[in-house]
């Protein structure tokens, strides 16, 4: 087609993701705060933590693209991290992101950071499911969270992702899950289908975004059917695969390419 989607409903839901993050940019902190009652910060912290990023032994420091980055959540912490506790001063991260509000966002952030203009940051519009402008075999660790969610062609995103990694190189995934017990979730399922809409309307004024946030939430593989969408890009999903956070609501599954 003209817009390069295969079908209507998967235009319209580009525009839909689109049009969500638009709009919910600037209140970005704030909703997520609330939707995860603070939850989410943890889960990051813990993910770029088990990563362990900066931890080579050349000066050459690691090559990270953050995509989905956003306002640069992740980056952030992984720069802190490879600095703080691995004395690294070489990590570089690049965030890329389909949204230039939320690049906007991102980069206005950098400055608050000592890694705004340190070199260590750069910022790359672009969509996750095709990326040409990254050579093949030249990153050492591919992250997305709360992105993949999004995508149109999450396949298609892990191929990409598969390509750019250097052999050996660690492709990591945090999100939204699939909760394992029955009675947690019913008790989640209250809160997300219940709470979280009305907290978008009443905090972002927009009732609809939030609604679709949790929709794609329910809609998303679980997390086994996501570990196998891993394998069969190429890469090797060690041990179990994935890792649950707080009984699944968010997972990390990891893969390495060999
Ligand atoms: N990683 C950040 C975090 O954890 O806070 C931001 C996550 S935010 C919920 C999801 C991001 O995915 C948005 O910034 C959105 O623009 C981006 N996104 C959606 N579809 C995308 C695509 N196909 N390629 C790249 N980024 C995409």
Redesign the pocket.
């Known amino acids: 087609t003209h817009f390069g989607f295969e079908t209507v409903a998967e235009a319209e839901k580009?525009e839909r993701?689109?049009a969500?993050?638009?709009s919910?940019?600037s209140s970005?902190d704030t909703m997520?705060d609330l939707m995860s009652l603070g939850i989410?910060r943890l889960w990051?912290d813990y993910f770029v933590r088990s990563l362990n990023p900066g931890t080579r032994t050349d000066d050459k420091g690691w090559n990270i693209l953050?995509?989905?980055?956003?306002?640069?959540?992740?980056?952030f912490r992984m720069l802190d991290h490879a600095t703080n506790v691995n004395l690294d001063l070489n990590t570089k991260v690049t965030i890329?992101?389909?949204?230039p509000?939320?690049?906007a966002e991102g980069r206005k952030r950098s400055l608050q950071t000592p890694y705004g203009k340190s070199g260590r940051l750069s910022f790359m519009e672009?969509?996750?499911?095709s990326m040409p402008s990254i050579e093949s075999n030249s990153v050492d660790l591919y992250?997305?969270?709360?992105?993949?969610?999004?995508?149109?062609?999450k396949d298609a995103?892990i191929r990409e992702a598969f390509r750019i990694l250097k052999p050996g190189g660690f492709f990591a995934c945090?999100e939204f899950s699939h909760v394992d017990s029955s009675l947690f979730n019913a008790v989640y399922k209250r809160w997300s289908f219940g709470a979280i809409p009305l907290i978008g309307q009443l905090v972002a004024g927009d009732r609809d975004s939030y609604q679709y946030?949790v929709e794609s939430i329910e809609q998303f593989p679980t997390q086994e059917e996501f570990k196998t969408m891993i394998q069969n890009a190429g890469f090797i999903a060690p041990g179990k695969g994935y890792e649950n956070l707080t009984g699944g609501i968010a997972s990390i599954h990891r893969g390495v390419k060999p």
């Open positions: 580009a993701v689109g969500v993050f638009s919910v940019a970005y997520n989410h990051k953050d995509v989905a980055g956003g306002t640069g959540d992740i980056a890329a992101d389909i949204n509000d939320m690049l672009g969509n996750a499911e992250t997305v969270a709360f992105g993949i969610r999004n995508f149109t062609d995103a945090l946030l």
